[in-house]
């Protein structure tokens, strides 16, 4: 019992993990998307 209990940890925190650098990821990519729109607005004036 206590073995299976151990692996769902570490599952668990596999997942949570994955979870965290998907987020890091996504904020990134928003970061560099809304620094691009920053760009194109001043070269349209």
Known sequence: MMKSIKETE??????????QQ???LSQSILTSSSLMDILDRRYEL
């Open 22 to 24: 998907q987020q890091k």
């Open 10 to 19: 570490k599952k668990i925190l596999q997942c949570e993990l994955l979870f």
